[in-house]
């Protein structure tokens, strides 16, 4: 029997399977492939992290069912990083809640407060969960162009102008995946006054806070005391912690927003395996020099990439955070595309890299590239994508 389903005729195909699909036939090939495509952390979790849950795990009590809103413990320690990391108050009973992962907190808040028809504002190019989790919930979903301040915040007031019904919230994401942008505080503000004002809730992401290279670190919209009347936030441990299979992250700020999240949570799972959890207040309680190393590996990636690139005539913006490089694509190859441009990239220089466009139509200029290879392979890629630029230059004298 053949059958439509709506919600799935709304999502588009996953821009990143072909290029996947490319990859891993390249590899059965026996292609050495230097993988830059996806966000996924390559350094292990601390031991002391690792430690803390094989403890936890042989508690047969840990066994069972666990809550859904998360265990006393964590939210009591995400409590606490708040209050050391942005001098933040959090009530750990009502104002937080663990997820697993941001990504699936998300998703599950873009139900419990969505309507079918409702207007979400999200910028573009975005983490496709941004977008797509309010798709899927039967939102309609109005784009605003990535660029500085004060054109996000010009964007933001002919959305609101322009939409109809009133949008009921917009999504914003600082350190920004995939662009690397950052934000300071006057922006925040200046976003929670006028969403006050016209009444639309935010839904902040700051998965990679805790990845930047600047001496002043990312702040939180909470910070914005104002914000708490209508903004939560959503943190992981995946990026700050090395944890990306371990799921887990926290959704945190005004409590008819947490209430909703919990009430849609309590009938979809029963949390996080408890061990995990443990774990994971362990991470946020103990020390946090793994933090700072691994902030240290990832800015000393990006430091060899971005001058090996400009040396081989690829000149792409330092990121100031997050573990991305947001690449234009180099002259000459402008008119392919990125998917385009990631195909030839991965079938010329055997390096793989995220097509922009998988991020949104305002992307496609440009290419992610994620600082997840060792600096002896980001070497390597360097020299591949140099030969690669070179032999097309050469190719487009002979033409001319």
Same mark, same amino acid.
């Given at each position: 029997m053949?059958?439509?389903f709506?919600k799935?005729?709304?999502l588009?195909?996953?821009?990143?399977a072909?290029v996947?699909?490319?990859?891993?036939? @390249?590899?059965?090939?026996?292609?050495? &492939?230097?993988?830059?495509?996806?966000?996924?952390?390559?350094?292990p979790?601390?031991?002391?992290?690792?430690?803390?849950l094989?403890e936890?795990?042989?508690?047969?009590k840990?066994? #069972?069912?666990s809550?859904?809103? +998360?265990?006393?413990?964590?939210?009591?320690?995400?409590?606490?990083?708040?209050?050391?990391r942005? +001098?933040?108050?959090?009530?750990?009973?009502?104002?937080?809640?663990?997820?697993?992962?941001?990504?699936?907190?998300?998703? !599950?808040?873009?139900?419990?407060?969505?309507?079918?028809?409702?207007?979400? %504002?999200?910028?573009?190019?975005s983490?496709? &969960?941004?977008?797509?989790?309010?798709?899927i @919930?039967?939102?309609? *979903?109005?784009?605003?162009?990535?660029?500085?301040?004060?054109?996000?915040?010009?964007?933001?007031?002919?959305?609101?102008?322009?939409s109809?019904?009133?949008?009921?919230?917009?999504?914003?994401?600082?350190?920004?995946?995939?662009?690397?942008?950052?934000?300071?505080?006057?922006?925040?503000?200046?976003?929670?006054? =006028?969403? %006050?004002?016209?009444?639309?809730?935010?839904?902040s992401?700051?998965?990679?806070?805790?990845?930047?290279f600047?001496?002043?670190?990312p702040?939180?919209?909470l910070?914005?005391?104002?914000?708490?009347?209508?903004?939560v936030e =959503?943190?992981?441990m995946?990026?700050?912690?090395s944890?990306?299979?371990? #799921?887990?992250?926290?959704?945190?700020? !005004?409590?008819?927003?947490?209430?909703? %999240?919990?009430?849609?949570?309590?009938?979809?799972?029963?949390?996080?395996f408890?061990?995990?959890?443990?774990?994971?207040?362990?991470a946020?309680?103990?020390?946090?020099?793994?933090?700072?190393?691994?902030?240290?590996?990832?800015?000393? #990636?990006?430091?060899?990439?971005?001058?090996?690139?400009?040396?081989a005539?690829?000149?792409i913006?330092?990121?100031?955070?997050?573990?991305?490089?947001? @690449?234009?694509?180099?002259?000459?190859?402008?008119?392919? +595309?990125?998917?385009?441009?990631?195909?030839?990239?991965?079938?010329?220089?055997?390096?793989? *890299?995220?097509p922009?466009i998988?991020f949104?139509?305002?992307?496609?200029?440009?290419? /992610?590239?994620?600082?997840?290879?060792?600096?002896?392979?980001?070497?390597?890629?360097? /020299?591949?994508?140099?030969?690669? %630029? #070179?032999?097309?230059?050469?190719?487009?004298?002979?033409?001319?």
């Open positions: 053949e059958q439509e709506h799935i005729r709304r588009p195909p996953y821009v990143f072909e996947n699909a490319m990859k891993a036939r @390249a590899r059965a090939d026996g292609a050495d &492939i230097i993988d830059f495509g996806m966000g996924n952390p390559d350094q979790t601390p031991p002391h992290i690792v430690e803390k094989v936890a795990v042989r508690d047969p840990t066994h #069972r069912y809550q859904s809103r +998360g265990i006393p413990g964590l939210r009591k320690a995400l409590s606490g990083y708040y209050a050391r942005f +001098g933040v108050e959090v009530d750990p009973e009502t104002e937080t809640i663990v997820t697993l992962g941001s990504k699936e907190g998300l998703a !599950n808040l873009s139900s419990a407060i969505t309507s079918p028809g409702d207007v979400i %504002l999200v910028t573009n190019p983490y496709p &969960i941004h977008p797509f989790g309010f798709i @919930a039967g939102a309609a *979903v109005r784009s605003i162009p990535v660029g500085p301040e004060e054109e996000l915040m010009e964007a933001l007031k002919r959305a609101v102008k322009h109809s019904p009133k949008p009921t919230a917009v999504v914003l994401n600082y350190p920004n995946n995939p662009t690397a942008k950052v934000v300071d505080l006057e922006f925040y503000e200046e976003v929670v006054d =006028f969403c %006050l004002h016209h009444g639309i809730y935010i839904l992401d700051i998965a990679y806070s805790e990845i930047y600047d001496d002043v670190p702040p939180s919209i910070q914005i005391k104002r914000a708490w009347d209508i903004a =959503f943190t992981s995946s990026k700050t912690y944890m990306p299979g371990w #799921r887990i992250g926290f959704a945190t700020g !005004n409590k008819k927003l947490i209430a909703a %999240l919990s009430r849609i949570k309590s009938y979809l799972d029963y949390g996080a408890t061990p995990i959890q443990v774990a994971s207040a362990a946020l309680n103990g020390p946090q020099e793994c933090v700072d190393e691994v902030r240290q590996i990832y800015k000393s #990636r990006r430091d060899v990439l971005i001058d090996g690139l400009a040396a005539g690829w000149d913006p330092s990121p100031p955070a997050t573990m991305f490089a947001w @690449a234009p694509i180099p002259p000459g190859f402008e008119g392919l +595309g990125s998917l385009e441009f990631s195909k030839l990239l991965l079938s010329e220089a055997e390096v793989a *890299v995220a922009g998988g949104g139509e305002h992307g496609d200029g440009h290419v /992610r590239i994620a600082l997840v290879e060792n600096e002896q392979r980001i070497r390597q890629a360097i /020299r591949n994508i140099k030969a690669f %630029l #070179r032999g097309h230059d050469q190719k487009q004298a002979v033409a001319r």
